[in-house]
């Protein structure tokens, strides 16, 4: 009966230390795919892949979410670059396609998207357009570099009662 007993109670014992055991090797192979999703998030980062920001969601790796923000704002800035070297070379049709891209994605840099978004749909004949992006600059943008210019171009192309705005601001600024 003794015996019968210690096998019992070795075999409870047993059957114990296997099932920590297993539960552990599953908690660390858990670990370690985890470990691998984020190794793959990083080299997607690090290779500046479109692909980053899906496969950060996709896996839900909220702790990589500020390297999200952080690429979308790279990738923003490189098109305002891009987009201004362009309109230094004239190519203004290329300014607006690049712009408009971003245009509605809050950055730090909106004013300056909707300054050179407006001064190219000017040179592309979108009065309208360019009228719509520039007149941004008379309620917001108060402290932008890019006001004064903005609004003396918004001058030239406007009439009535949104010339008249215009002025007001530009006499606010002590220039007219």
Same mark, same amino acid.
């Given at each position: ?24 090797? &599953? ?18 980062? &690090? ?8 496969? &950060? ?38 300014? &607006? ?80």
């Amino acid at each position: 009966m003794k015996s019968r007993n210690l096998s019992i109670l070795l075999a409870t014992v047993f059957c114990v230390l296997f099932l920590v055991t297993y539960l552990y090797n &599953v908690k660390l192979f858990s670990q370690l795919q985890r470990a691998q999703k984020l190794i793959k998030a990083y080299e997607l980062y &690090v290779a500046d892949s479109k692909d980053f920001s899906k496969y &950060v969601e996709d896996n839900k790796l909220k702790e990589l979410t500020y390297l999200v923000e952080k690429q979308m704002k790279s990738q923003i800035r490189s098109k305002i670059d891009t987009a201004k070297v362009a309109y230094r070379n004239g190519n203004y049709a290329d300014t &607006v396609s690049l712009l408009r891209e971003i245009k509605d994605i809050e950055n730090p840099w909106l004013d300056e998207v909707y300054f050179y978004l407006g001064s190219a749909l000017l040179k592309v004949g979108e009065v309208e357009s360019a009228k719509l992006y520039l007149s941004s600059f008379l309620d917001s943008f108060t402290y932008s570099v890019y006001r004064k210019e903005a609004l003396m171009i918004l001058r030239e192309i406007s009439d009535g009662e949104l010339k008249k705005k215009v002025q007001d601001a530009l006499k606010n600024l002590g220039e007219f």
